[in-house]
């Protein structure tokens, strides 16, 4: 018989649920336009459900007219955009960001006002990186692999040099990366929490279980999405076919061929609604099991801004 195992947890972690409830209660409280600078979260289907419903998505600061509601993404923004935002003559700002990226952002600026010289781990060009990085004016450094710690123009024998990470990175790289600077850098000073979010370990952690019993694995999650992409890396990484979509109409009938059990999950961004729609459609193609691979409960729960509270 041929079968689904459902990873769980999979989708909306706590700080995705906060982001995408604070842009739809700010469209209840205020009505349409509210504006956010960036995507909200890296899903297709999320943020074209909320275009509907009024939000308006922006990168730039001035493409937000006076007197609108403004809202930060998930990922952050830097300081020169929160600047840029409070110069304006805006009616509400609210910040998505969430908390354990602002976690992050925290610890940075007391290590550049302790005078470190820091070393962020993440992938160039991402928001969350942008964000991070954009907290201090200048003594950091972004890496994205093992091979750039050979090019930080930074001496060995340095003193005070730390390092962050992006949270929705994989951990086993992020371990090996941290190792080599650990061993380059002796006095480095490492995060005081793991940077790398609960949620993005939980669902990798599921992939790992998956990998072991099935012969192809699905991951729900749009391109854009960081944390989605490593668990396709990682399933592959294992010796497992993986494959990332969006939508259960891009699955391709020949992924299916020989295959009795097929992994499912989703990146912390994809809602639900998605993984019923791929459920539904390998059940069309003849898996009728559906067996659920339970490694932990979540139970985080992130507060909105007391403006928006009921």
């Known amino acids: ?19 995408i409830t604070i842009v739809e209660k700010a469209l209840e409280k205020y009505g349409a336009p509210v504006y956010v600078r960036h995507e909200v979260v890296h899903n297709k289907y999320v943020v074209d459900g909320l275009k509907e419903r009024g939000a308006i998505f922006i990168e730039e600061i001035k493409d937000v007219p006076e007197g609108s509601i403004l809202i930060y993404s998930a990922h952050g923004v ?20 969430c908390p354990l990226v602002s976690k992050v952002h925290v610890e940075l600026k ?16 991402h928001p969350e990186v942008e964000g991070t990085m954009g907290q201090v004016n200048g003594g950091i450094h972004l890496i994205e692999n093992e091979a750039d710690v050979d090019t930080l123009p930074i ?7 730390a390092v962050v990470t992006q949270t929705t990175l994989s951990v086993d790289e992020t371990k090996s990366i941290i190792a080599k600077l650990k061993s380059t850098y002796p006095n480095l000073r490492l995060p005081k929490n793991e940077d790398i979010c609960y949620a993005t370990q939980n669902r990798q952690d599921a992939v790992k279980e998956m990998a072991k019993v099935c012969d192809a694995i699905i991951v729900i999650g749009s391109k854009t999405s960081s944390n989605s992409n490593r668990l396709k890396e990682l399933g592959e990484n294992l010796g497992v076919k993986s494959y990332l979509i969006d939508f259960d109409y891009e699955i391709d009938s020949a992924w299916l061929t020989d295959v009795q059990s097929i992994g499912l999950t989703a990146g912390a961004s994809a809602p639900e ?3 019923e729609g791929v459920i539904k459609k390998l059940q069309s193609h003849g898996f009728s099991s559906i067996e659920s691979l339970n490694v932990i409960e979540e139970h985080m729960i992130f507060a909105l801004p007391s403006g928006l509270r009921d």
């Open 155 to 161: 001496p060995h024998y340095a003193e005070k040099i």
């Open 1 to 19: 018989m041929k079968k689904i195992i459902l990873a769980n947890p999979r989708g909306f972690c706590a700080g995705v649920d906060r982001a």
């Open 110 to 125: 007391n290590l550049h006002r302790n005078q470190y010289q820091i070393i962020m781990i993440g992938h160039k060009g």
């Open 273 to 275: 609604v998605l993984v």
């Open 78 to 97: 830097p300081l020169s955009v929160r600047h840029e935002a409070e110069a304006k003559s805006l009616t509400m700002i609210f910040d998505a960001t």
